[in-house]
């Protein structure tokens, strides 16, 4: 059974402006591919209608939010009672397909944040944010659907990927939540196949203790389930 993190009992702390930090590297082409696959899939279930992106990923290290989000004293990643290890550990459990080569992989581009550049390629429009994207969004995106990415890991053949993704929404703040994924190449496309639960938020009490600066939530996380 997936170890949850039920943050009914849990302060949400997020912010719209990352904390800058210099990047270790940028996310590769393929990287932006899973991202833009990420929204697509969110996009056609009818999860996020409106994704607005952080404009920095998150990390293993909870003491260094980039993007401006904190959930259970970390990033996103992890619980600030776990080590990458553990959750990792966690996640190969729950996905019996995880190639041993990806896990490597996926833990070194996560030590430190990366900023992600307007170069993701999702069939649906979406927005970054955070402090090097200021810009107000436009008329009709009050109620925006916020993702937190991870780097993506790849295996040695780069046909399977691993990402974290947290997202946010704006209409049932209870809905929302943070997932590994796994996807497979097939066909030139990345699809997703497989989650493992990290977080989720599960009551309105815990939603209105959200920071007044935080962003509205909005959206479903049990997709690919």
């Not at 992106?53 to 259970?72: E, L």
């Not at 600030?80 to 995880?98: A, F, G």
């Not at 691993?162 to 929302?176: I, P, W, Y």
């Amino acid at each position: 059974m997936n170890k949850v993190a039920r943050l009914s009992a849990f302060v949400f702390l997020l912010s719209y402006f990352s904390v800058a930090q210099q990047p270790s590297t940028s996310p590769s082409a393929e990287e932006y591919a899973v991202m833009g696959a990420m929204l697509d899939g969110f996009h056609d279930a009818g999860r996020a209608s409106h994704p607005i992106v952080a404009d920095y990923t998150a990390t293993f290290d909870c003491n260094s939010i980039c993007n401006g989000m904190k959930v259970s004293g970390c990033n996103g990643l992890a619980l600030n009672d776990e080590t990458s290890e553990q959750r990792l550990t966690i996640v190969k459990r729950d996905l019996p397909d995880l190639d041993q080569t990806t896990i490597p992989d996926f833990e070194a581009k996560n030590r430190h944040c990366s900023k992600i550049a307007d170069k993701i390629p999702s069939q649906s429009p979406f927005f970054l944010f955070g402090n090097d994207h200021p810009q107000k969004l436009p008329a009709g995106w009050e109620k925006a659907d916020f993702f937190y990415f991870s780097r993506v890991g790849f295996n040695a053949q780069r046909t399977q990927a691993l990402v974290s993704v947290s997202f946010m929404s704006g209409t049932d703040g209870t809905r929302s939540g943070g997932k590994y994924f796994l996807l497979r190449h097939e066909n030139g496309k990345w699809i997703p196949v497989e989650s493992s639960i990290v977080w989720q938020l599960t009551s309105r009490e815990a939603w209105s203790q959200i920071s007044p600066r935080s962003p509205c939530l909005r959206g479903e996380i049990d997709f690919y389930a």
